[in-house]
């Protein structure tokens, strides 16, 4: 599987970006996919996940309420929609996938093996 990640840019904090990932491969509707990110100094960290189905998702507790993870099969796509932003939102954004069979989530970076290049947001306060 490989990933392309877009859709970042500069935001106004209260605002709302939606990022994308696109997979290319057959197995895309049998992967787990995930959402994380990097800031400057720190270490990654997860932020969303969703099933292979789409019927399950989990976040980090930093922006639940805030952000929604979906999937399209049919468009070997994943989104991350972000809304009411804030500074420290700010980071490199990364999706990952990984095979999955069943409904559990993952939020170990360590437990997925693909990865795209990251797509920079940053929200000014």
């Known amino acids: 599987v490989q990933l392309q990640a877009s859709g970042g840019g500069l935001v106004q904090a209260g605002g709302s970006l939606r990022l994308s990932c696109v997979a290319s491969?057959?197995?895309?509707?049998?992967?787990?996919m995930g959402w994380f990110r990097q800031a400057p100094g720190k270490e990654r960290e997860f932020v969303a996940a969703?099933?292979?189905?789409?019927?399950?998702?989990h976040y980090s507790d930093s922006v639940k309420g805030r952000f929604t993870i979906s999937r399209d099969n049919a468009k070997n796509t994943v989104y991350l929609q972000m809304n009411s932003l804030k500074p420290e939102d700010t980071a490199v954004y990364y999706c990952?996938?990984?095979?999955?069979?069943?409904?559990?989530?993952?939020?170990?970076?360590?437990?997925?093996?693909?990865w795209g290049h990251g797509t920079q947001v940053t929200v000014s306060s």
């Open positions: 990952a996938a990984r095979y999955c069979t069943t409904a559990v989530l993952y939020t170990s970076d360590r437990r997925y093996g693909y």
């Open positions: 491969g057959r197995t895309f509707s049998t992967s787990c």
């Open positions: 969703i099933s292979w189905s789409g019927r399950n998702t």
